[in-house]
């Protein structure tokens, strides 16, 4: 089965760091774009950034460059998201998503995950 | 203030039509294509529509959609409960080297 597969909900206080993961299976993995897209509660769908699993090229929204990072551990067909220093303002789901074509940064994303709620508090 | 805008709600009866508009800008809409995302509490959104037009399978054919200039719509066509959610149009934007998403519509059946 084509999927996408998110870490757990997580609980941290402020200026703790956190990395949730992202495990994609059932499809060639190395040649399709991941990205991150936050939702806070009650507020709509925030384009974070994206990666190219084969050479982890990256793509980041100006909203969220600096602020966090993504990585990519092709040999475990996995994406991660990460902050160095949480704070409460970074509470929300957090969906990963395939997008749709091969190697295109600009595709539309076709396969989301289940998302993950982070909770800094 | 999202890049993209659209309404923040919309409804309609059982059976009627829905249209959700999307404006943006010659970056975004204006030199790239666009896609719409159905979302539901609780759930992980859902693309409708890709490349301005077209269905991904399984999406029935009640969801079209159309592009002109800077700006793109959503129709919803025979409305129906199950169709209740919130709806975000997306596109690339080649100034930020970014993805954008709308604000999102809530569309409510009567």
């Known amino acids: 089965e084509v999927q996408l597969v998110q870490s757990g909900a997580e609980v941290r206080k402020p200026g703790e760091s956190l990395k949730i993961s992202c495990r994609g299976s059932g499809y060639n993995f190395p040649n399709y774009w991941i990205g991150w897209v936050r939702q806070m509660s009650g507020k709509g769908l925030d384009w974070m950034a994206v990666?190219?699993?084969?050479?982890?090229?990256?793509r980041y929204s100006p909203s969220f460059q600096g602020r966090v990072s993504i990585s990519v551990d092709k040999s475990m067909s996995t994406a991660h998201l990460h902050w160095s220093s949480l704070t409460t303002s970074d509470s929300g789901i957090y969906y990963c998503?395939?997008?749709?074509?091969?190697?295109?940064?600009?595709?539309?994303?076709?396969?989301w995950g289940q998302g993950t709620m982070v909770t800094v508090s | 203030q999202s890049v993209l805008t659209q309404p923040p709600s919309v409804s309609a009866a059982p059976g009627q039509k829905v249209s959700i508009s999307c404006s943006g800008g010659?970056?975004?809409?204006?030199?790239?294509?666009v896609s719409w995302y159905q979302h539901l509490p609780g759930t992980a959104p859902k693309l409708v529509i890709y490349?301005?037009?077209k269905r991904p399978s399984g999406i029935p054919d009640r969801f079209n959609a159309s592009k002109s200039g800077s700006s793109a719509t959503l129709d919803i066509s025979g409305l129906q409960t199950g169709d209740e959610a919130e709806y975000y149009c997306g596109a690339w934007d080649i100034s930020l080297t970014a993805g954008v998403f709308g604000g999102g519509t809530l569309v409510t059946v009567l």
């Open positions: 998503a395939r997008g749709m074509s091969p190697t295109n940064v600009n595709s539309p994303f076709d396969l």
């Open positions: 990666i190219y699993p084969d050479d982890s090229d990256t």
């Open positions: 490349d301005n037009n």
């Open positions: 010659t970056s975004n809409i204006g030199s790239n294509y």
